[in-house]
């Protein structure tokens, strides 16, 4: 049979770690496919010595790949959604199978991508797009197939997950780990994709959409940053037998779904809590199998080429077979996806970690109690610390489930109480029974 041609546009880590062991594993995924996979055209916009590549095009104007007849794979790991969905979609028209890592862009035009795809009898494939090197896309489409996924909670963001580590076990604070993550590069010049729970959202949307048979909803999920932790609140947490990690975590409730990404306290025992450094990790719990947990590296080169490479060899079986031997891009058949509402954050029910500074006389724990107890809520355990030199106490609190909107509301009234100095901190608690 002849080679596979594939174009890759972007050849920065994502690309060029693909490119490599598209040449390094040559052998071993010609026995896997029956076909050679041949790497014909390269579109970069700056010019690069770092990769050897004799016998192969290259091109500054990338979208002379995804335009070159001789290309069947076209593999989009430029980021962004403006120049990669143009580029995509022209892929598409022209009857190409795409390959990307680009998680914002799925999350927030994979609906209209896909469904150019289905028209137009290709395929995309995205197995990188999520946790780097965890193959959880291929698990929740087709390793989990036969079960009816109840909920998955996921730390799906190096960055955050590494910045969390390191204000645990070394008592730093939050700037001081993100500048390091910056000169590491684990983070950002700018950020605050990370910091601000965006990128877990763009990746808890492909999942929550692959786990529940629903379209992609990226402006519906709740998502809370990491900025505002403090140490303290860390060394409170493990000192309650709890760690804080920053989740994506997608439910399915009668009343309809959750999708949210947010810090989470998270029982120290649990497997998902002592997942540290850049890892990532991804907790599912279906009807059948019951919990399982999926780890491993969550970026880099190696990691995420694999991905990439593993989506290609895919498709090239798939040409092999007939399209018809597809599985669906968001795992249900097209016209299957169902239409259930996604719940506002107020009306998910969770418990909380609360975090007060009251004043040093008696009666305040009673008026925070008292007004806990008027809206609802059941107090699991209390913690008071040692007084400050102000004069105010570090009460904090762990409460049982309770609904969003009405925790909101006894945030109010304790934040009004004269003897409270506002803001009362609340990070969410989940259980996870796995």
Same mark, same amino acid.
């Given at each position: 049979?002849?080679?596979?041609?594939?174009?890759?546009?972007?050849?920065?880590?994502?690309?060029?770690?693909?490119?490599?062991?598209?040449?390094?594993?040559?052998?071993?995924?010609?026995?896997?496919?029956?076909?050679?996979?041949?790497?014909?055209?390269?579109?970069?916009?700056?010019?690069?010595?770092?990769?050897?590549?004799?016998?192969?095009?290259?091109?500054?104007?990338?979208?002379?790949?995804?335009?070159?007849?001789?290309?069947?794979?076209?593999?989009?790991?430029?980021?962004?959604?403006?120049?990669?969905?143009?580029?995509?979609?022209?892929?598409?028209?022209?009857?190409?199978?795409?390959?990307?890592?680009?998680?914002?862009?799925?999350?927030?035009?994979?609906?209209?991508?896909?469904?150019?795809?289905?028209?137009?009898?290709?395929?995309?494939?995205?197995?990188?797009?999520?946790?780097?090197?965890?193959?959880?896309?291929?698990?929740?489409?087709?390793?989990?197939?036969?079960?009816?996924?109840?909920?998955?909670?996921?730390?799906?963001?190096?960055?955050?997950?590494?910045?969390?580590?390191?204000?645990?076990?070394?008592?730093?604070?939050?700037?001081?780990?993100?500048?390091?993550?910056?000169?590491?590069?684990?983070?950002?010049?700018?950020?605050?994709?990370?910091?601000?729970?965006?990128?877990?959202?763009?990746?808890?949307?492909?999942?929550?959409?692959?786990?529940?048979?629903?379209?992609?909803?990226?402006?519906?999920?709740?998502?809370?940053?990491?900025?505002?932790?403090?140490?303290?609140?860390?060394?409170?947490?493990?000192?309650?037998?709890?760690?804080?990690?920053?989740?994506?975590?997608?439910?399915?409730?009668?009343?309809?779904?959750?999708?949210?990404?947010?810090?989470?306290?998270?029982?120290?025992?649990?497997?998902?809590?002592?997942?540290?450094?850049?890892?990532?990790?991804?907790?599912? *719990?279906?009807?059948?199998?019951?919990?399982?947990?999926?780890?491993?590296?969550?970026?880099?080169?190696?990691?995420?080429?694999?991905?990439?490479?593993?989506?290609?060899?895919?498709?090239?079986?798939?040409?092999?077979?007939?399209?018809?031997?597809?599985?669906?891009?968001?795992?249900? *058949?097209?016209?299957?996806?169902?239409?259930?509402?996604?719940?506002?954050?107020?009306?998910?029910?969770?418990?909380?970690?609360?975090?007060? *500074?009251?004043?040093?006389?008696?009666?305040?724990?009673?008026?925070?109690?008292?007004?806990?107890?008027?809206?609802?809520?059941?107090?699991?355990?209390?913690? *008071?610390?040692?007084?400050?030199?102000?004069?105010?106490?570090?009460?904090?609190?762990?409460?049982?489930?309770?609904?969003?909107?009405?925790?909101?509301?006894?945030?109010?009234?304790?934040?009004?109480?004269?003897?409270?100095?506002?803001?009362?901190?609340?990070?969410?608690?989940?259980?996870?029974?796995?």
């Amino acid at each position: 049979m002849k080679p596979v041609k594939v174009g890759i546009v972007g050849l920065g880590t994502v690309g060029g770690g693909a490119f490599n062991l598209l040449k390094e594993n040559a052998a071993e995924i010609s026995r896997r496919t029956g076909r050679c996979i041949q790497v014909s055209h390269v579109g970069i916009r700056r010019d690069t010595n770092r990769y050897d590549l004799t016998g192969v095009k290259v091109s500054n104007d990338i979208f002379a790949v995804v335009n070159d007849p001789e290309v069947d794979i076209v593999v989009e790991v430029i980021g962004g959604t403006t120049t990669a969905r143009e580029l995509v979609l022209t892929a598409i028209a022209n009857g190409k199978h795409v390959v990307t890592a680009n998680k914002a862009l799925l999350a927030e035009f994979g609906n209209e991508i896909f469904a150019a795809a289905e028209a137009k009898g290709v395929y995309v494939a995205f197995e990188a797009a999520v946790a780097g090197g965890v193959p959880i896309i291929k698990v929740l489409r087709e390793g989990l197939a036969a079960n009816r996924i109840e909920w998955l909670a996921g730390i799906i963001n190096g960055t955050g997950n590494y910045i969390l580590t390191e204000m645990r076990d070394k008592g730093r604070d939050f700037a001081d780990v993100l500048q390091e993550a910056q000169a590491l590069g684990y983070a950002e010049a700018d950020p605050t994709f990370d910091v601000e729970g965006i990128d877990a959202a763009h990746k808890l949307t492909i999942l929550a959409s692959i786990a529940f048979g629903i379209p992609l909803q990226f402006d519906k999920v709740y998502t809370e940053g990491i900025t505002k932790l403090t140490r303290e609140d860390v060394s409170y947490a493990e000192e309650l037998g709890y760690r804080i990690k920053n989740l994506g975590i997608a439910r399915r409730t009668p009343e309809g779904i959750e999708l949210r990404v947010h810090p989470t306290l998270i029982s120290a025992d649990r497997l998902i809590a002592n997942v540290h450094g850049v890892k990532n990790a991804v907790l599912v *719990q279906s009807n059948a199998v019951g919990p399982t947990l999926y780890y491993g590296a969550g970026a880099g080169a190696g990691p995420t080429g694999s991905a990439v490479v593993a989506d290609i060899v895919d498709v090239v079986r798939a040409l092999n077979t007939e399209n018809s031997s597809y599985v669906p891009h968001l795992a249900f *058949q097209p016209d299957e996806l169902a239409d259930t509402p996604i719940l506002p954050v107020e009306a998910v029910r969770t418990a909380y970690y609360l975090r007060l *500074q009251a004043n040093d006389k008696p009666g305040v724990l009673a008026d925070v109690t008292r007004i806990l107890s008027d809206n609802g809520i059941s107090i699991e355990a209390i913690l *008071q610390k040692p007084a400050h030199e102000a004069g105010t106490v570090p009460v904090i609190i762990l409460t049982k489930p309770v609904i969003e909107r009405e925790m909101n509301r006894a945030i109010g009234s304790l934040e009004a109480l004269t003897d409270i100095v506002a803001p009362v901190v609340r990070i969410r608690l989940e259980a996870l029974d796995a």
